[in-house]
C-alpha cells in the first residue's frame, strides 16, 4: 500500500480522539496536494468511510472553499466540533484563524482545535523558512481562543 503521510495525519487524529471513546458523525478533510484518490480511500478506516467528506483542492480565506462557509452550514450549536487546521501556508492559515478569532457565528460552534501555528521559530527554519509570526503571537492567539471557549492544542 502507497501510504501518505497527509492521510496518515488524518487517521491518527481519528484514531487518538476513537482511543476516548469520541464517535465523529462527519469528517471533511481539504487537502491542496493532489492525492490519488483509491489510496486516500483504502487508508480510511472502515467505520469511517459513509462520514468522510474528501475536498482535494485545498482551503480559501473566502468563498467555497472557506471551510468555515461549510462550517456554519452544516454544525449546530449542540454539535461537538473539533477542527485540524495544519495548511503549511501563513498566507492562507492566519487569516482563517483570524475569522475564527474575530466571528462569534464561527468560534460559537467550534468547541477544539488542533493547530500548527507555521511562525519564525528556530528549531523549525529548516523546514518552514521565516513566515511572520513567533511564538509569543502564538501564545497569545491560543490564549485569546481558550477565553472564548475553545480548547487549543498545537499540532502537532
Not at 501518505?4 to 480522539?17: C, I, K, L, Q, T
Not at 466540533?81 to 492562507?92: E, G, N, Q, R, S
Request: with cysteine; hydrophobic share 40%.
Amino acid at each position: 500500500m502507497v501510504h501518505d503521510y497527509r492521510a496518515a495525519s488524518g487517521r491518527w487524529f481519528y484514531e487518538h480522539h476513537k482511543r476516548f471513546g469520541v464517535k465523529f458523525g462527519r469528517i471533511i478533510a481539504y487537502e491542496h496536494a493532489p492525492l490519488d484518490t483509491k489510496t486516500a480511500w483504502n487508508q480510511l478506516p472502515d467505520d469511517v468511510f459513509a462520514i468522510y467528506t474528501l475536498i482535494n483542492v485545498g482551503c480559501a480565506t473566502s468563498g467555497k472553499f472557506n471551510p468555515w462557509v461549510m462550517l456554519k452550514t452544516l454544525a449546530k450549536p449542540h454539535d461537538y466540533v473539533v477542527i485540524k487546521l495544519d495548511i503549511d501556508t501563513p498566507a492562507v492559515e492566519v487569516p482563517l484563524m483570524d475569522q475564527l478569532l474575530n466571528d462569534s457565528s464561527i468560534n460559537s460552534l467550534i468547541d477544539e482545535v488542533f493547530f500548527e501555528h507555521h511562525i519564525t521559530v528556530r528549531e523549525m527554519q529548516q523546514y518552514w523558512g521565516n513566515p511572520p509570526g513567533n511564538l509569543k503571537d502564538s501564545y497569545i492567539l491560543f490564549t485569546k481562543l481558550r477565553q472564548l471557549g475553545i480548547r487549543m492544542h498545537s499540532w502537532p
